[in-house]
């Protein structure tokens, strides 16, 4: 059993800077990945950054890197996703998700069965 659940969404001016948390519940003897996706209205769920499945390895979205960290921390059950030099493309609903994977397509939504509710993030220009 997983659960998910986001918060550290909210409105924040252009050039701001943002930390999403990830709390997160696993009872399984699987290992999955962590990842974040976003989605803005009328727009695909998009990649924004994962853990692999051991943890070891972090993968982004080259349109993102730079900007977006991912870390995790294991004593806290937590992720986080450290925004910077935010832009109003960046709007979206940003969602937490945990899936098996393969590492070819850890980018893929479709791979992740497990969601958090969403938290809003607003740039304002």
């Known amino acids: 059993q997983v659960q998910l659940v986001e918060s550290g969404g909210g409105l924040v001016q252009a050039g701001g800077s943002l930390r999403l948390s990830c709390a997160y519940s696993i009872r399984s003897s699987n290992t999955y990945a962590m990842a974040w996706f976003r989605q803005a209205p009328g727009k695909e769920r998009e990649f924004v950054a994962a853990?692999?499945?051991?943890?070891?390895?972090?993968y982004y979205a080259d349109s993102l890197k730079g900007r977006f960290s991912i870390s995790r921390e294991s004593a806290r059950n937590t992720m986080y996703l450290q925004m910077d030099d935010l832009a109003p493309e960046d709007t979206a609903v940003y969602y937490c998700?945990?899936?098996?994977?393969?590492?070819?397509?850890?980018?893929?939504?479709?791979?992740?069965?497990?969601w958090g509710q969403g938290t809003q993030v607003t740039v304002s220009s």
């Open positions: 998700a945990a899936g098996t994977p393969i590492q070819s397509a850890i980018r893929d939504y479709r791979m992740y069965s497990n």
């Open positions: 853990f692999s499945r051991t943890g070891g390895y972090k």
